[in-house]
């Protein structure tokens, strides 16, 4: 039974997003296309919609998995030191070669990767990923990261580098169809991963003793769970830059709606982030057009208070 | 009388003790905050007046080795302190109020330049030359920008061709309402099509700019079309298939700065503008 | 159904444990009583695999608990440790559903039935920061009851409930380990407790100083050797032992 509940969510959520790409400064009306709105839904729109659907899914996704594998309820994808490790990937390349070598998704992508390796490293215990490890090297991280970018910042005057950070502080306005390819077959990749791993989330939950008892190596499910989340943020920065709360709000959404179960509520915390970004941008570059507001700006606008009514209701875990 | 006498004296004496910024008529040591007012001070033929600049300050190449003191919006008290200047130069924008305060009340003379558009630039100009003793020099150079601020505007007022001024295409932010460059805009005849944008620098809808059909769109500063991010926005912005003919037009940084570049600036503008044709003609 | 044959244990290379060796039959309720740090913990721990012994083996089933794999042994074998947590986002039933995870779809028993079984059919939905200690308790017994696991390895399951919950929990173990031949270690601190089982081990620092049925063992000599009182404290705690043989003791039969 939950099951359809489940895939009807899912779909709900889906029409949803695809409703959303017709809103912006101008309403598109699919029906009455003329060549201009077609190269905007084409050129613009589409394009904008479907990064922005994949990021918000992936960090739906990576917020649940490391909620579930910190067994802490605040925590999001950023914890681990992820978008301070893209965005000073970016700013060296751009700094160290001119013109950039790379393309700055890839830069943002193989940083972002960077960190996770580096906390992965530093979390490591005799027994696979120690949650506490991860934690503590992942701020620990996330700071140092910062902190340099900063002291670039400060040193560097060269606009360039500036302007970098702006597109890392999340851009969805310059999505375009090359990019897509790659960031699906990885977000794709990791969310498999996850729902493959879904029961030994749910168990890690339990404390690793139980989860030993109930016959899986917590260690191992970590180490998996760990790369699945990493693979999807890494992603989603490399995409459109850092967009923050997503991760954080998502999954307490849906484990409200759907319950904790991951091999239900990660589905639904992937299509509902995809969602929830996707509408966040449309009402960015409409309600102020023809200025554009961030959508991650949109996100907390809207989530923000909305998560402090559901966390002093609930309480627990808390 | 000796006691009115007394008492002036006395007043003579308090005006000239500590208290009271030095003032100097021709400074020969100044310190410039700000880009444009290194350029200016440049221009007004005070470059070896000038002992310090701040990081940003990149013109003209005889500035790169003077001493710099910080940033724009967070240069050091100390460095400026240390240079012992006569005259600091400081703009509105983009210099913080609390180093204006900070060197009166260390006694350090300050001149703060405060035109921010267009019209009012070469007034500014020529209060800066006044205040550092090349009013003849400042004077022919705020008539170069005069000259041009009084040529009458080849269309009526919205008539002219549309125009986007890219300062960064990626996200697209363009020249808006209230900067120099939309001022430019004007002045030469095109309606600048962020106009209704809000703040200075938006970051602007890359649809509704190509919805406007811009007729020419600028490429500020490093933004030529050789650079992949500038043909990625291009792409959007004026795809063949709509078979919309925009003219694409390279300039430099002139207009960024409100310095002694401005005119060429806007003549830079006016080169791309097929100056006979209204818009009604296309 | 359980042998600890020759066990030596080390804690951060210090000898702890050392040549304990007993069998545990299948069906049969064992306690492992003592004062803390006697480690009957850790003997729990290493009957579910969970630390290894420098020395000897141990035998599940017959099968040296190593040759398992994670899954086979879960299916064997369940463990909870004393400490169990509230603060989970999850409900009754979603926890009872994780017990068939060694199973892979295929569980002995199913959710309605494991509920059932634990008293907790009313409150399936209910998440977990709202049970009760006793209903807690009861929650996570219901999930290795789904489990099915032949052997049920619990770590103080009785601390901090009421005399009332104790009573169900230990009732509720007894009918199950009768019915279902489920074989229940628990180690506990209570000498009144321990009377509902059927054999004891009395640990001590790391070493078996006793074995036998609860009224046999639990001697006021042994009292006082096991948990260090004096003459007068271990009359005073003797676990009743003067109290007529009860019939109501309802053992079930079998």
Same mark, same amino acid.
């Given at each position: 039974m939950k099951r359809t509940r489940v895939f009807l969510a899912c779909a709900a959520a889906l029409l949803l997003a695809l409703v959303s790409i017709f809103f912006g400064p101008r309403l598109l009306n699919p029906l009455a296309l003329d060549a201009e709105s077609r190269q905007i839904l084409l050129l613009l729109r589409l394009p904008r919609?479907?990064?922005?659907?994949?990021?918000?899914?992936?960090?739906? %996704?990576?917020?649940?998995? &490391?909620?579930?594998?910190? *067994?802490? @309820?605040?925590?999001? @994808?950023?914890?681990?030191?992820?978008?301070?490790?893209?965005?000073?990937?970016? %700013?060296?390349?751009?700094? &160290?070669?001119?013109?950039?070598?790379? @393309?700055? @998704? $890839?830069?943002?992508?193989?940083? %972002?990767?960077?960190?996770?390796?580096?906390? %992965?490293? &530093?979390? *490591?215990?005799?027994?696979?990923?120690?949650?506490? *490890?991860?934690?503590?090297?992942?701020?620990?991280?996330?700071?140092?990261?910062?902190?340099? &970018?900063?002291?670039?910042?400060?040193?560097?005057?060269?606009?360039?580098?500036? *302007?970098?950070? $702006?597109?890392?502080?999340?851009? $969805?306005?310059?999505?375009?169809?090359?990019?897509?390819?790659?960031?699906?077959?990885?977000?794709?990749?990791?969310?498999a991963l996850a729902l493959a791993r879904s029961k030994g989330l749910n168990v890690l939950g339990l404390g690793d003793e139980i989860a030993h008892g109930l016959g899986f190596n917590p260690g191992r499910e970590r180490f998996f769970l760990f790369i699945a989340a990493s693979l999807m943020t890494a992603a989603a920065v490399s995409l459109g830059g850092t967009v923050g709360f997503v991760g954080l709000l998502v999954p307490h959404a849906v484990r409200h709606l759907v319950g904790a179960d991951a091999q239900r509520a990660l589905p639904v915390s992937f299509f509902g982030g995809g969602t929830l970004l996707c509408l966040a941008d449309s009402l960015g570059r409409s309600l102020a057009a023809p200025l554009e507001i961030p959508a991650g700006v949109i996100v907390a606008l809207i989530g923000a208070p909305w998560f402090i009514l559901v966390l002093r209701k609930k309480g627990y875990g808390l | 009388m000796p006691l009115v006498l007394a008492r002036l004296l006395v007043l003579a004496l308090l005006l000239s003790g500590p208290l009271r910024p030095a003032w100097a008529e021709d400074p020969e040591r100044?310190?410039? #905050?700000?880009?444009?007012?290194?350029?200016? #001070?440049?221009? #007004?033929g005070l470059g070896e007046k000038v002992v310090g600049i701040t990081s940003v300050c990149d013109r003209p190449e005889a500035a790169r080795d003077k001493v710099r003191v910080g940033g724009m919006s967070n240069p050091s008290l100390e460095s400026i302190l240390a240079l012992k200047p006569e005259l600091v130069v400081m703009t509105t924008d983009g210099n913080p109020k609390y180093i204006a305060d900070q060197l009166q009340r260390f006694g350090i003379a300050i001149h703060v330049f405060t035109p921010r558009r267009l019209s009012e630039i070469p007034g500014g100009i020529r209060e800066l030359g006044a205040r550092v003793g090349a009013a003849e020099t400042a004077d022919i150079l705020a008539r170069k920008l005069e000259n041009l601020l009084t040529t009458p505007p080849r269309f009526a007022a919205g008539e002219g061709p549309k125009a986007l001024f890219v300062i960064w295409p990626e996200p697209l932010i363009v020249a808006g309402p209230g900067t120099l460059i939309d001022d430019a805009l004007t002045l030469v005849g095109y309606v600048n099509i962020a106009a209704d944008a809000g703040t200075a620098y938006p970051r602007f809808s890359v649809e509704e700019a190509l919805r406007r059909k811009p007729d020419v769109i600028f490429l500020g500063l490093g933004h030529d079309r050789d650079n992949p991010r500038t043909q990625r926005l291009l792409q959007r912005l004026v795809p063949p298939e709509l078979g919309h003919p925009g003219r694409i037009v390279t300039v430099s940084d002139a207009l960024y700065r409100a310095g002694p570049r401005l005119p060429g600036g806007i003549v830079e503008l006016s080169s791309g503008q097929n100056l006979g044709a209204k818009r009604s003609d296309r | 159904m359980l042998n600890f044959d020759d066990i030596a244990f080390d804690f951060s290379d210090t000898p702890f444990i050392a040549g304990l060796s007993f069998a545990v039959a299948q069906g049969e309720m064992l306690g492992l009583i003592g004062p803390n740090g006697a480690g009957k913990s850790t003997i729990l721990k290493l009957a579910a695999g969970l630390l290894k012994p420098r020395a000897g083996s141990i035998r599940l089933a017959g099968r040296p608990i190593a040759s398992y794999n994670g899954r086979e042994r879960a299916q064997r074998v369940a463990y909870l440790p004393q400490q169990l947590d509230a603060r989970l986002p999850f409900r009754v039933a979603e926890l009872v559903e994780m017990g068939g995870y060694p199973h892979r779809g295929r569980a002995p028993r199913n959710t309605s039935e494991a509920l059932r079984l634990a008293g907790l059919e009313a409150k399936a939905e209910a998440p977990l920061g709202q049970l009760s200690g006793g209903e807690l308790r009861r929650a996570?017994?219901?999930m290795t009851l789904r489990q099915g696991a032949d052997c049920l390895l619990l770590d103080e399951p009785l601390a901090g409930l009421d005399l009332r919950y104790q009573a169900e929990l230990l009732q509720l173990l007894r009918g199950i380990a009768a019915r279902t031949r489920t074989t229940v270690v628990m180690s506990l601190h209570d000498m009144g407790a321990a009377l509902w089982l059927d054999r004891l081990l009395a640990l001590k620092e790391g070493e078996l100083i006793g074995a036998g049925k609860p009224r046999e063992l639990l001697g006021e000599d042994l009292i006082r050797r096991l948990f260090d009182l004096d003459e007068e404290a271990a009359w005073i705690f003797r676990p009743g032992a003067d109290l007529p043989e009860t019939g109501q003791g309802r053992r079930s039969s079998g």
């Open positions: 919609s479907a990064v922005a659907f994949l990021m918000g899914g992936a960090l739906g %996704a990576s917020g649940l998995i &490391l909620q579930g594998v910190f *067994r802490n @309820p605040l925590a999001d @994808p950023y914890i681990l030191g992820l978008s301070g490790g893209a965005s000073l990937a970016a %700013a060296l390349g751009i700094l &160290l070669a001119g013109s950039l070598p790379l @393309p700055l @998704p $890839l830069l943002a992508f193989a940083g %972002a990767l960077g960190a996770c390796a580096l906390v %992965a490293a &530093l979390g *490591r215990g005799p027994e696979g990923l120690r949650p506490d *490890r991860l934690l503590l090297g992942g701020i620990g991280l996330g700071f140092f990261f910062s902190a340099v &970018l900063l002291l670039l910042m400060t040193l560097v005057s060269d606009g360039g580098l500036k *302007r970098t950070i $702006l597109w890392m502080s999340g851009d $969805l306005s310059s999505a375009n169809w090359e990019l897509i390819p790659g960031g699906l077959a990885l977000i794709l990749g990791g969310l | 100044i310190v410039s #905050l700000a880009p444009a007012m290194t350029e200016t #001070l440049f221009a #007004l | 996570y017994l219901a």
